[in-house]
Protein backbone atom coordinates (compact mmCIF):
# COMPACT_ATOMS: atom_id res chain seq x y z
CA UNK A 1 0.00 0.00 0.00
CA UNK A 2 1.71 2.83 -1.24
CA UNK A 3 1.04 5.80 1.54
CA UNK A 4 1.82 9.71 0.44
CA UNK A 5 4.96 10.64 2.70
CA UNK A 6 4.41 13.04 5.17
CA UNK A 7 6.63 15.41 5.52
CA UNK A 8 6.01 18.76 8.37
CA UNK A 9 8.27 20.47 7.27
CA UNK A 10 6.95 21.62 4.22
CA UNK A 11 4.03 23.93 5.65
CA UNK A 12 4.67 26.29 8.44
CA UNK A 13 3.27 24.99 11.27
CA UNK A 14 1.50 28.02 12.65
CA UNK A 15 -0.26 27.63 8.31
CA UNK A 16 -0.46 24.45 9.33
CA UNK A 17 -2.61 24.94 12.34
CA UNK A 18 -4.76 27.58 10.83
CA UNK A 19 -7.65 25.69 8.86
CA UNK A 20 -8.68 23.35 11.75
CA UNK A 21 -8.73 25.88 14.02
CA UNK A 22 -11.16 27.94 11.40
CA UNK A 23 -13.28 24.75 11.24
CA UNK A 24 -13.45 24.72 14.96
CA UNK A 25 -14.73 28.36 15.52
CA UNK A 26 -17.07 27.67 12.90
CA UNK A 27 -18.48 24.85 14.83
CA UNK A 28 -18.25 26.15 17.87
CA UNK A 29 -20.71 29.02 16.72
CA UNK A 30 -23.15 26.14 15.49
CA UNK A 31 -22.96 24.31 18.57
CA UNK A 32 -23.66 27.46 20.69
CA UNK A 33 -26.28 28.24 18.84
CA UNK A 34 -27.94 24.80 19.64
CA UNK A 35 -27.29 24.81 23.01
CA UNK A 36 -29.35 28.21 23.52
CA UNK A 37 -32.31 27.14 21.31
CA UNK A 38 -32.50 23.65 22.72
CA UNK A 39 -30.08 23.10 25.56
CA UNK A 40 -28.21 20.52 23.82
CA UNK A 41 -24.87 20.61 21.73
CA UNK A 42 -27.44 19.06 18.33
CA UNK A 43 -30.95 18.67 17.93
CA UNK A 44 -32.32 16.53 20.84
CA UNK A 45 -34.22 13.30 19.91
CA UNK A 46 -36.90 11.47 21.25
CA UNK A 47 -34.52 9.86 24.20
CA UNK A 48 -34.00 13.65 25.80
CA UNK A 49 -36.97 15.92 24.80
CA UNK A 50 -39.44 13.47 24.98
CA UNK A 51 -42.43 12.01 22.92
CA UNK A 52 -44.03 9.02 20.94
CA UNK A 53 -42.33 6.18 18.88
CA UNK A 54 -44.93 4.07 17.14
CA UNK A 55 -44.23 0.70 14.82
CA UNK A 56 -46.57 -0.23 12.54
CA UNK A 57 -47.09 -2.79 10.26
CA UNK A 58 -49.44 -1.92 6.75
CA UNK A 59 -49.99 -1.57 3.58
CA UNK A 60 -50.30 2.02 3.76
CA UNK A 61 -47.67 4.42 1.94
CA UNK A 62 -46.01 7.28 3.75
CA UNK A 63 -48.22 9.78 2.09
CA UNK A 64 -51.45 7.92 4.03
CA UNK A 65 -49.82 7.63 7.53
CA UNK A 66 -49.00 11.38 7.10
CA UNK A 67 -52.59 12.18 6.30
CA UNK A 68 -54.14 10.11 9.22
CA UNK A 69 -51.64 11.37 11.60
CA UNK A 70 -52.60 15.13 10.53
CA UNK A 71 -53.71 16.81 13.47
CA UNK A 72 -50.29 15.23 15.40
CA UNK A 73 -47.06 16.49 15.50
CA UNK A 74 -44.57 14.12 13.19
CA UNK A 75 -40.98 14.32 13.20
CA UNK A 76 -40.03 11.56 11.29
CA UNK A 77 -41.42 8.23 9.35
CA UNK A 78 -38.75 5.80 8.54
CA UNK A 79 -39.46 2.56 7.12
CA UNK A 80 -38.72 -0.39 9.72
CA UNK A 81 -37.51 -3.92 9.38
CA UNK A 82 -39.07 -6.26 7.18
CA UNK A 83 -41.81 -4.88 4.05
CA UNK A 84 -44.50 -2.64 5.30
CA UNK A 85 -42.93 -1.68 8.62
CA UNK A 86 -42.67 2.35 9.91
CA UNK A 87 -41.27 3.27 12.67
CA UNK A 88 -42.95 6.96 13.59
CA UNK A 89 -41.67 9.85 15.86
CA UNK A 90 -44.02 11.70 17.53
CA UNK A 91 -43.14 15.12 19.36
CA UNK A 92 -44.26 15.22 23.11
CA UNK A 93 -47.99 15.04 24.22
CA UNK A 94 -50.14 15.56 27.17
CA UNK A 95 -51.69 12.85 29.00
CA UNK A 96 -55.45 13.56 27.47
CA UNK A 97 -53.19 14.29 23.89
CA UNK A 98 -51.85 10.35 24.89
CA UNK A 99 -54.93 8.92 25.46
CA UNK A 100 -56.43 10.32 22.24
CA UNK A 101 -53.93 9.13 20.29
CA UNK A 102 -53.85 5.23 21.08
CA UNK A 103 -57.21 5.19 20.62
CA UNK A 104 -56.52 6.69 17.01
CA UNK A 105 -53.97 4.55 16.41
CA UNK A 106 -55.77 1.30 17.55
CA UNK A 107 -58.49 2.16 15.12
CA UNK A 108 -56.29 1.68 12.11
CA UNK A 109 -53.38 -0.16 13.54
CA UNK A 110 -54.77 -2.36 15.87
CA UNK A 111 -51.06 -3.95 15.67
CA UNK A 112 -49.24 -1.29 16.37
CA UNK A 113 -46.38 -1.17 19.09
CA UNK A 114 -46.13 2.49 21.00
CA UNK A 115 -43.72 3.52 22.73
CA UNK A 116 -43.90 7.02 25.19
CA UNK A 117 -40.96 8.77 26.94
CA UNK A 118 -42.30 11.66 29.29
CA UNK A 119 -40.63 15.31 28.97
CA UNK A 120 -38.91 14.56 32.40
CA UNK A 121 -37.34 11.50 31.75
CA UNK A 122 -36.14 13.27 28.59
CA UNK A 123 -34.61 15.86 30.99
CA UNK A 124 -32.89 13.76 33.13
CA UNK A 125 -31.49 11.40 30.31
CA UNK A 126 -30.17 14.62 28.94
CA UNK A 127 -28.00 15.42 32.18
CA UNK A 128 -27.17 11.94 32.73
CA UNK A 129 -25.51 12.26 28.99
CA UNK A 130 -23.96 15.07 29.69
CA UNK A 131 -22.26 13.60 33.06
CA UNK A 132 -21.24 10.89 31.15
CA UNK A 133 -19.79 13.29 28.50
CA UNK A 134 -18.23 14.91 31.49
CA UNK A 135 -16.56 12.45 33.15
CA UNK A 136 -14.93 10.86 29.78
CA UNK A 137 -13.15 14.02 29.27
CA UNK A 138 -11.79 14.50 33.09
CA UNK A 139 -10.55 10.89 32.77
CA UNK A 140 -9.24 10.96 29.77
CA UNK A 141 -7.16 14.18 30.58
CA UNK A 142 -5.92 12.84 33.69
CA UNK A 143 -4.31 9.59 31.98
CA UNK A 144 -3.22 11.69 29.26
CA UNK A 145 -1.41 14.10 32.24
CA UNK A 146 -0.36 11.34 33.66
CA UNK A 147 1.06 9.48 30.71
CA UNK A 148 3.18 12.25 29.04
CA UNK A 149 3.60 14.73 31.93
CA UNK A 150 4.29 17.81 30.02
CA UNK A 151 1.28 19.86 30.07
CA UNK A 152 1.69 21.23 26.39
CA UNK A 153 1.67 17.91 24.82
CA UNK A 154 -1.48 16.45 27.31
CA UNK A 155 -3.18 19.33 26.98
CA UNK A 156 -3.32 19.31 22.68
CA UNK A 157 -4.67 15.95 23.09
CA UNK A 158 -7.25 17.03 25.14
CA UNK A 159 -8.35 19.65 22.99
CA UNK A 160 -8.00 17.74 19.82
CA UNK A 161 -10.50 15.34 21.58
CA UNK A 162 -13.01 18.42 22.50
CA UNK A 163 -12.58 19.77 18.98
CA UNK A 164 -13.45 15.89 16.81
CA UNK A 165 -16.64 16.14 19.29
CA UNK A 166 -17.81 19.60 18.84
CA UNK A 167 -16.78 19.51 15.19
CA UNK A 168 -19.25 16.40 14.72
CA UNK A 169 -21.61 17.82 16.87
CA UNK A 170 -21.62 20.71 14.54
CA UNK A 171 -22.11 18.36 11.80
CA UNK A 172 -25.25 16.46 13.21
CA UNK A 173 -26.91 19.80 13.24
CA UNK A 174 -26.21 20.46 9.50
CA UNK A 175 -27.26 17.38 8.26
CA UNK A 176 -30.39 17.06 10.68
CA UNK A 177 -28.90 14.15 12.93
CA UNK A 178 -30.59 14.10 16.18
CA UNK A 179 -28.98 13.48 19.57
CA UNK A 180 -30.09 10.53 21.17
CA UNK A 181 -28.95 7.94 23.38
CA UNK A 182 -27.04 5.95 19.93
CA UNK A 183 -25.88 9.26 18.80
CA UNK A 184 -24.46 9.88 22.30
CA UNK A 185 -22.66 6.54 22.40
CA UNK A 186 -21.10 6.94 18.93
CA UNK A 187 -20.04 10.21 20.60
CA UNK A 188 -18.10 8.28 23.52
CA UNK A 189 -16.46 6.12 21.18
CA UNK A 190 -15.12 8.97 19.04
CA UNK A 191 -13.29 10.44 22.00
CA UNK A 192 -11.77 6.92 22.21
CA UNK A 193 -10.40 7.02 18.26
CA UNK A 194 -9.29 10.51 18.86
CA UNK A 195 -7.41 9.99 21.54
CA UNK A 196 -5.51 6.90 20.50
CA UNK A 197 -4.45 9.04 17.35
CA UNK A 198 -3.17 11.95 18.86
CA UNK A 199 -1.21 9.54 21.68
CA UNK A 200 0.28 7.44 19.01
CA UNK A 201 1.66 10.79 17.74
CA UNK A 202 2.77 12.66 20.53
CA UNK A 203 4.14 9.22 22.19
CA UNK A 204 6.35 8.60 18.78
CA UNK A 205 7.09 12.25 18.33
CA UNK A 206 8.21 13.04 21.85
CA UNK A 207 9.35 9.46 22.92
CA UNK A 208 11.65 8.46 20.20
CA UNK A 209 14.87 9.42 18.72
CA UNK A 210 15.93 10.78 15.49
CA UNK A 211 14.80 13.75 13.38
CA UNK A 212 11.27 15.60 13.70
CA UNK A 213 10.05 14.76 10.17
CA UNK A 214 11.08 11.54 10.08
CA UNK A 215 9.36 10.40 13.65
CA UNK A 216 6.22 12.91 12.66
CA UNK A 217 6.27 10.62 9.51
CA UNK A 218 6.08 7.09 11.13
CA UNK A 219 3.26 8.07 13.05
CA UNK A 220 1.66 9.38 10.19
CA UNK A 221 1.92 6.23 8.41
CA UNK A 222 0.56 3.95 11.11
CA UNK A 223 -2.08 6.31 12.64
CA UNK A 224 -3.56 6.78 9.30
CA UNK A 225 -3.98 3.31 8.40
CA UNK A 226 -5.48 2.63 11.47
CA UNK A 227 -8.13 5.37 10.72
CA UNK A 228 -8.53 4.62 6.97
CA UNK A 229 -9.37 1.24 8.27
CA UNK A 230 -11.87 2.24 10.90
CA UNK A 231 -13.26 4.88 8.43
CA UNK A 232 -13.74 2.31 5.59
CA UNK A 233 -15.62 -0.69 8.01
CA UNK A 234 -17.70 2.17 8.88
CA UNK A 235 -18.77 3.72 5.62
CA UNK A 236 -19.97 -0.05 4.72
CA UNK A 237 -21.74 -0.06 8.14
CA UNK A 238 -23.76 3.59 6.54
CA UNK A 239 -24.24 2.18 3.22
CA UNK A 240 -25.80 -1.37 4.51
CA UNK A 241 -28.13 -0.09 7.26
CA UNK A 242 -28.78 3.27 4.66
CA UNK A 243 -30.58 0.49 2.15
CA UNK A 244 -31.30 -1.73 4.40
CA UNK A 245 -33.37 1.45 6.40
CA UNK A 246 -31.76 0.67 10.10
CA UNK A 247 -31.97 4.34 11.50
CA UNK A 248 -30.14 3.70 14.21
CA UNK A 249 -26.97 2.10 12.64
CA UNK A 250 -26.67 4.79 10.10
CA UNK A 251 -26.69 7.46 12.54
CA UNK A 252 -24.04 6.17 15.08
CA UNK A 253 -22.48 5.41 11.53
CA UNK A 254 -23.01 9.26 10.12
CA UNK A 255 -21.48 10.63 13.48
CA UNK A 256 -17.96 8.38 13.38
CA UNK A 257 -17.68 9.21 9.99
CA UNK A 258 -17.61 13.22 10.75
CA UNK A 259 -15.57 12.30 14.08
CA UNK A 260 -13.27 10.48 12.22
CA UNK A 261 -12.79 12.69 9.09
CA UNK A 262 -12.30 15.48 11.82
CA UNK A 263 -9.62 13.48 13.91
CA UNK A 264 -7.62 13.27 10.37
CA UNK A 265 -7.57 17.15 10.13
CA UNK A 266 -6.81 17.84 13.67
CA UNK A 267 -4.61 15.03 14.50
CA UNK A 268 -1.96 15.73 11.51
CA UNK A 269 -2.73 19.61 10.96
CA UNK A 270 -2.93 21.50 14.38
CA UNK A 271 -1.59 18.32 17.09
CA UNK A 272 1.04 18.35 14.58
CA UNK A 273 2.00 21.86 14.16
CA UNK A 274 1.73 22.44 18.04
CA UNK A 275 4.82 20.03 18.31
CA UNK A 276 6.64 20.76 15.58
CA UNK A 277 6.53 24.34 17.69
CA UNK A 278 7.02 22.95 21.23
CA UNK A 279 9.81 20.28 20.15
CA UNK A 280 11.89 23.11 18.31
CA UNK A 281 11.78 25.54 21.03
CA UNK A 282 12.28 22.81 23.90
CA UNK A 283 14.98 21.13 21.55
CA UNK A 284 16.49 24.74 20.79
CA UNK A 285 16.71 25.23 24.83
CA UNK A 286 18.08 22.72 25.47
CA UNK A 287 20.71 23.35 22.85
CA UNK A 288 21.70 26.83 25.15
CA UNK A 289 22.00 24.90 27.83
CA UNK A 290 24.65 22.73 27.22
CA UNK A 291 28.44 23.97 26.67
CA UNK A 292 29.89 24.02 23.33
CA UNK A 293 31.83 20.37 22.56
CA UNK A 294 35.99 21.20 22.48
CA UNK A 295 37.15 19.00 19.55
CA UNK A 296 40.85 17.69 20.85
CA UNK A 297 42.57 20.77 18.59
CA UNK A 298 41.28 23.25 20.81
CA UNK A 299 41.71 21.77 23.78
CA UNK A 300 45.34 21.18 22.63
CA UNK A 301 45.52 25.38 21.68
CA UNK A 302 43.67 25.74 25.25
CA UNK A 303 46.83 24.23 27.07
CA UNK A 304 49.38 26.84 28.87
CA UNK A 305 52.33 27.45 27.34
CA UNK A 306 55.23 26.00 28.34
CA UNK A 307 58.37 28.38 28.73
CA UNK A 308 61.73 27.73 26.96
CA UNK A 309 64.83 27.32 29.27
CA UNK A 310 66.44 30.28 27.26
CA UNK A 311 63.56 32.96 27.99
CA UNK A 312 64.67 35.51 30.16
CA UNK A 313 62.72 35.64 33.76
Not at 9 to 29: E, G, Q, R, S, T
Not at 82 to 98: D, T, V
Not at 220 to 230: A, K
Not at 285 to 305: D, E, L, R, S, V
Request: hydrophobic share 45%.
Amino acid sequence: MNIPKYDINKYNPKHMMLIPAALFAIALVIVLVSFITTGMPASPGIDFAGGTAVTIHTTDTKEEITAYYAGYDIKSIDEGIGSGSYYIKFGPMSNEEMMKFNEHTNARYPDANIDQIGANFGSTLQSQALIALLFAFIGMAVVVLIAFRKVIPAVTVVCAAIADITITAACMNIFGIELSLATTAALLMLIGYSVDSNILLTTKTLKRHGKLEDRVAGAFRTGIIMTTTTLCAIIAMFVVALIGQVPTLYTIAAVLIFGLISDIIFTWLFNAGVLKIYLEGHEGNKNKKQPPQQTPATKQNQQPKKKSKGAKQ
